[in-house]
């Protein structure tokens, strides 16, 4: 198949048209010169260069990437039909169940927008982070704009980079085995998944205690951690139950953060829903 640069064009094009600034939790922004969302942000959400979503709008720009794909299906709510013509117009071949399913379903997406009040992250069966709301955001830290390695939990975890997500070393021992119980059983369903593949031989070169573990073939301890605590820059450390829901025919899990009511942690998410991104200063 050769990649149909028009019809990607007109498609994307045409399903921008139909999405709603409130749909993705943007103002309105007064009067509008285009129905739907502005090229400017679809290209913020989806992570891209608004350089390269005009080319791609303007059918100057073939053969987007897998992930380039994944990201606009996400943004512009593609059903799974959408999905796949965006995939064969694209001349990629569309993520299949050889591959982890990590596609952003309607369903789950108006999930994430009406649940405001609660910071809800959304992973795949690697633990790699696929989107979050703003509160989750707020939370954890924006990293909707690093590259898709330094948003995967295990990744952050092996390689000591920085994060708010703050454990005790017994927690970490936890966290560590739990994670590598997971990868092997990933890699177990999908052993052709590119992205896993590369993420477990990278971590095996990087990490000698990642490799280590692998090598044990050790089971995740059950139960696994129930509450995690992130260390805010405003606002100090915030301890939230965590509870992961399974979304059914997908391989994505919705982590979702919740406190008892009248808590101290409830205090401090009505003041991060308040605060937002923004510091104190």
């Known amino acids: 198949m050769v990649s149909d640069s028009n019809e990607l064009a007109s498609s994307l ?12 939790g943007l103002p309105e922004g007064g009067r509008r010169r285009v129905l739907g969302l502005r090229r400017q942000e679809v290209a913020q959400l989806s992570g891209l260069s608004v350089e390269y979503l005009a080319r791609l709008e303007q059918g100057r720009a073939i053969h987007p990437s897998p992930s ?5 299906a996400r943004v512009l709510r593609l059903s799974d039909q959408e999905r796949a013509h965006l995939f064969r117009v694209a001349d990629q071949a569309e993520p299949a ?43 954890a830290g924006d990293t909707s704009a690093l590259p898709m ?3 995967n939990l295990a990744w952050t975890v092996f390689t000591g980079a920085p994060t708010r997500y703050i454990r005790t070393e017994a927690e970490e021992r936890l966290l560590r085995l739990e994670l590598v119980s997971d990868l092997r059983e990933a890699r177990s369903r999908y052993p052709k998944d590119k992205l896993l593949g590369d993420l ?22 059950q139960p696994g951690l129930s509450s995690r605590t992130f260390l805010h820059p405003e606002i100090g450390p915030i301890t939230m139950d ?5 979304v059914r025919d997908t391989d994505l899990r919705l982590i979702v953060y919740t406190s008892a009511q009248d808590s101290e942690a409830a205090g401090q998410l009505d003041l991060l829903a308040t605060i937002g991104l923004q510091p104190f200063s």
Do not use: K
Request: glycine share 2%; net charge negative.
């Open 13 to 24: 094009r045409l399903w921008r048209g139909r999405v709603s600034p409130a749909e993705v």
């Open 68 to 72: 380039v794909l994944m990201s606009l």
């Open 97 to 139: 169940h050889r591959s982890i399913r990590r596609h952003i379903t309607p369903s789950v997406q108006r999930i994430l927008d009406r649940l405001t009040d609660l910071p809800v992250q959304v992973v795949d069966a690697s633990w790699q982070c696929i989107t979050s709301n703003p509160l989750a955001y707020a939370l």
């Open 149 to 151: 390695r330094e948003r």
């Open 200 to 221: 477990i031989d990278d971590l095996l070169e990087v990490s000698t205690d990642f490799a280590d573990l692998w090598e044990q073939r050790l089971a995740a301890p």
């Open 242 to 246: 965590s509870d992961f829901l399974t």
